[in-house]
């Protein structure tokens, strides 16, 4: 088996978690990424929403580089605009929200706005929602990707942009209004993760081979529920390696990024 990035593993672990005859809404990156290879691997009826306003594309010429890129239009079953597309995740016709992040919590909340304390002054501030908040409100379920380290993995959010289950409370989302029943997965490079039905807390599904558990708890600021069947993550094969960077991200512009450390 050839050797492959973190972007890599990434990308195959969220095209494994998507299924067939499904609606996932993408944000721009490595969700959509994921979303293609899917559609030519196990999930060819799998279709994708795009904020820009389309749904159900036929992505012939490329992949779109970002939600609003006119290859994400061609050959649309649906065509409306940005306005209308979120009308079909308030309709309840979006199975999965695919986005990203810079830090989550224990029961699914993400923050993609800041870095520090200081809303006015912090220490990093970056893009914000998007639509990402309105995605982890409305769709089914929410899968988000992020770098697995310790300031990302945090017992408490510096602000929080994208609903998940708030404070673990069983019928937090209700009372707060949203739509979809909230977090399903967390996909690093390094390890899976989903959360506990009645808990709400996230919970280590899958480890990368040659990782334990406790490597993974060690990235972690909070304590994670562990189960005793924690399984090993599947690796991409050379046709799946092939398929992301010879078919879907040819001129690496995601996929040949560099992890800062």
């Known amino acids: 088996m050839s050797e492959y990035t973190p972007f890599e593993m990434i990308a195959y672990t969220g095209s494994r978690v998507l299924e067939d005859e499904k609606i996932v809404f993408v ?46 239009a061609r050959k649309a079953c649906y065509l409306k605009g940005l306005c209308a597309v979120f009308e079909i995740t308030q ?22 706005t800041i870095e520090g304390h200081n809303y006015d002054q912090p220490n990093i501030r970056f893009p914000g929602s998007g639509g990402a908040g309105a995605m982890a409100a409305n769709c089914e379920k929410t899968i988000a990707i ?13 602000f929080v942009t994208s609903i998940g289950f708030g404070d673990g409370a069983g ?9 979809g029943s909230g ?34 708890q060690d990235l972690v600021d909070f304590e994670l529920i562990i189960p005793p069947d924690v399984k090993e993550m599947a690796e991409p094969t050379d046709e799946d390696l092939r398929l992301l960077r010879d078919v879907i991200d040819a001129e690496g512009y995601f996929l040949k990024r560099v992890i800062k450390k």
């Open 171 to 179: 019928d937090y989302r209700e009372k707060a209004g949203v739509m």
């Open 183 to 216: 977090p399903y997965r967390v996909i690093t490079n390094q390890a899976l993760f989903g959360f506990d039905q009645e808990t709400k807390r996230m919970k280590l599904l899958e480890v990368k081979p040659g990782r334990t558990p406790q490597d993974i």
């Open 91 to 112: 309709r309840g016709y979006a199975d999965y929200a695919f986005i990203g992040g810079a830090q989550v919590d224990m029961y699914g909340n993400i923050c993609s």
């Open 27 to 72: 944000g721009t990156g490595l969700p959509i990424i994921a979303a293609m290879h899917a559609q030519l691997t196990h999930a060819p009826n799998l279709y994708m929403i795009y904020e820009a306003g389309s749904m159900a594309p036929i992505l012939e010429m490329g992949m779109p580089l970002s939600v609003g890129d006119t290859r994400a």
């Open 146 to 158: 992020m770098a697995l380290e310790k300031r990302r993995f945090v017992k408490k959010l510096d």
